[in-house]
Nanobody
Framework: QVQLVESGGGLVQAGGSLRLSCAASGFIFSVNVMGWYRQAPGQQRELVAAIPSGGMPDYADSVKGRFTISRDNAKNTVYLQMNSLKPDDTAVYYC??????????????WGQGTQVTVSS
């Protein structure tokens, strides 16, 4: 049983910054991946960034150099620092946890989403 709670969304001007947080509670597997996805109106949900429990982060090409994902394992919290925001970054941002049981089985959990709006 896992719950993910996001915070930090809001309205910012192009070029501004936001920091999203996602706090996980419940049973978190020792092998896991936490990440951020986003979904704009009429679009599919897409990966923004992900970071494994003990590995290197991965970023969508569209955010490389602007966004930084990090995690605090003691607090079971993942962050997304978003700099140089663009109107195209406007979306609902969702936190995701993958509890990895094996190479072929993972348990997926999603947060409720937080709105990020970037004005031009």
């Amino acid at each position: 049983q896992v719950q993910l709670v996001e915070s930090g969304g809001g309205l910012v001007q192009a070029g501004g910054s936001l920091r999203l947080s996602c706090a996980a509670s419940g049973f978190i597997f020792s092998v896991n991946v936490m990440g951020w996805y986003r979904q704009a109106p009429g679009q599919q949900r897409e990966l923004v960034a992900a970071i494994p429990s003990g590995g290197m982060p991965d970023y969508a090409d569209s955010v490389k150099g602007r966004f930084t994902i990090s995690r605090d394992n003691a607090k079971n919290t993942v962050y997304l620092q978003m700099n140089s925001l663009k109107p195209d970054d406007t979306a609902v941002y969702y936190c995701k946890l993958s509890n990895i049981r094996s190479t072929t089985l993972s348990y997926i959990y999603w947060g409720q989403g937080t709105q990020v709006t970037v004005s031009s």
